[in-house]
């Protein structure tokens, strides 16, 4: 695959950035990509490895090594070096349904697990599939192609993420007749609402909807299943039912204090901001400028929240995380191919060190207390240091506060980004599925069926909150299960 001796020939080079500095002061996404010629130079050194751990999409030690979806990394990596565009456009849409949407927010668990990664720097995974499907589009080659035949199936999903955007792709594909029900104004999820401008431009989503309407798809978007429509009208109706709803139950900080005003969920800021954005008429946002912001927690909708606070004008960020801080290379016992547990400082966190000066993150530390003023305004927050140690009796690392460490600081906004804890109560119960002690949608290993007849789940709401990636897995599965059911067979990938 590619040339011999690309990677010893060539350097990783990545899509260049605007510096932190000048791109915040917009909502636009800042990565410029390289020339054509240099693209299929990079691709070049995807190596004839033998064993590509890129697609494998394993599990190890719990986390994924390689691709969930299986994409055949080295196949258009290859099509891509020799500029053969159009095939790997073609191979790289018979794994992925959007790899618009993963080659701007996925992780790139593919690099991580990539050959050249071993001793070197990694193959531009992630850059490439970018540069491919963008030329599907500015090419004409991402037209809709409706389905020529169709089957006369219904199939009602509920829930326009990536996992429920996946399965209506697919069996729209196979001739069902698909509708999917969005609670908001517009389809995407957490891709629409959860994931920031600057990562995500909501011109992507909305590019890949039109096209996905055009192929027949209906969209029926401001109808809260459950609530406004009725889960029994839907199976009536429809022959499947797919929920799709992802795993939108925040995880909450009970402290005292906790209904100080001035403390939101991430996804609800998020949420907000973008809205604003998209409309700016739109006058609930919640708006950090000239505040002092807590964020709680890290990973991405942590981060998202330290890049968005810092662009609507903060006056200082600081970003709380619970677990120690990760060392700057993979330990001894975090072998290649496992993903690798080593500090990472995205976006968010580089635009707060342009701005500040430091780091925002603090590390082993937590909230004790919220601090309101006379008015119920939070005005300061009480947080404490933690020490992690082994439990003799379980074996399991536990965390305590450290007496004396306690520090108060002046806090006018807190973004809570401290994950989710599964499906909201409201769908689940209305279609009288089970779930587990996570709260997730239960079925079967391995399956999608859940513990009702003709009603199926996907993604997150599946699997708990978990990668873009996972969910289009996800979708696509349940899609396959959905045909097989309805139509006895298959030939869905």
């Known amino acids: 695959m590619g040339k011999p001796t690309g990677f010893l020939d060539y350097e990783r080079q990545i899509n260049t950035e605007i510096e932190p500095l000048d791109r915040i002061k917009n909502y636009d996404e800042f990565h410029i990509p390289i020339s054509g010629e240099e693209r299929q130079v990079q691709a070049s050194r995807c190596m004839e490895c033998g064993v590509p751990f890129c697609q494998s999409g394993m599990m190890i030690g719990g986390m994924a090594s390689g691709c969930p979806l299986n994409n055949l990394c080295p196949e258009w990596n290859e099509l891509l070096y020799i500029g053969s565009y159009g095939q790997a456009l073609g191979r790289l849409l018979k794994t992925n349904n959007f790899p618009e949407f993963t080659s701007r927010v996925c992780p790139a668990p593919c690099e991580a697990a990539c050959t050249c990664g071993l001793n070197d720097t990694p193959v531009t995974i992630k850059d490439n599939e970018n540069a491919i499907i963008e030329y599907g589009y500015e090419n004409g080659l991402m037209d809709a192609k409706p389905p020529k035949v169709r089957t006369g199936k219904t199939v009602a999903i509920v829930g326009s993420g990536p996992s429920g955007l996946a399965a209506a792709d697919q069996l729209n594909k196979r001739g069902h007749l698909v509708t999917v029900f969005e609670r908001e104004d517009y389809p995407g999820g957490l891709l629409m609402y959860g994931i920031p401008n600057m990562k995500l431009d909501k011109s992507v989503i909305e590019r890949k909807i039109n096209v996905m309407k055009a192929e027949g798809i209906i969209f029926k978007t401001g109808v809260n299943v459950g609530v406004d429509v009725k889960a029994d009208e839907l199976k009536e109706q429809f022959d499947r039912v797919i929920l799709a709803c992802g795993a939108s139950e925040p995880r909450d900080i009970k402290v005292p204090g906790r209904e100080a005003k001035g403390i939101y969920f991430a996804v609800d800021y998020l949420t907000r901001v973008t809205k604003h954005l998209r409309s700016p008429e739109y006058k609930e946002y919640i708006d950090a400028k000239g505040k002092n912001v807590l964020v709680i927690g890290g990973g991405d909708t942590g981060n998202d929240c330290v890049g968005s606070s810092i662009r609507q004008g903060a006056k200082s960020v600081v970003q709380l995380e619970m677990m120690p801080k990760p060392p700057a290379e993979r330990a001894d016992t975090n072998p290649w191919p496992e993903w690798p547990k080593v500090l990472k400082t995205d976006y968010g ?73 599964g499906a909201q109560r409201y769908v689940t119960e209305a279609f009288g599925v089970k779930q587990t002690e996570r709260m997730a949608v239960a079925t079967a290993a391995g399956e999608y069926a859940t513990s009702e007849a003709g009603v199926f789940t996907a993604g997150d709401m599946h699997r708990g909150q978990s990668l873009v990636v996972w969910a289009i897995r996800e979708g696509r599965e349940a899609a396959r299960e959905v045909d097989k059911d309805l139509m006895g067979y298959t030939n869905l990938n």
């Not at 309101?372 to 690392?397: N, Y």
């Open 349 to 421: 966190q580089q635009e707060a060190i342009a701005v500040f000066g430091s780091d925002p993150r603090v590390y082993e530390t937590t909230v004790k207390e919220f601090l309101p003023d006379k008015d119920g305004m939070l005005k300061q927050v009480r947080i404490v240091k933690l020490a992690w140690e082994r439990d003799e009796k379980t074996g399991r690392m536990a965390m305590h506060e450290i007496p004396g460490s306690e520090q108060v600081l002046d806090v006018d906004l807190v973004l809570i980004a401290a994950g989710f804890l």
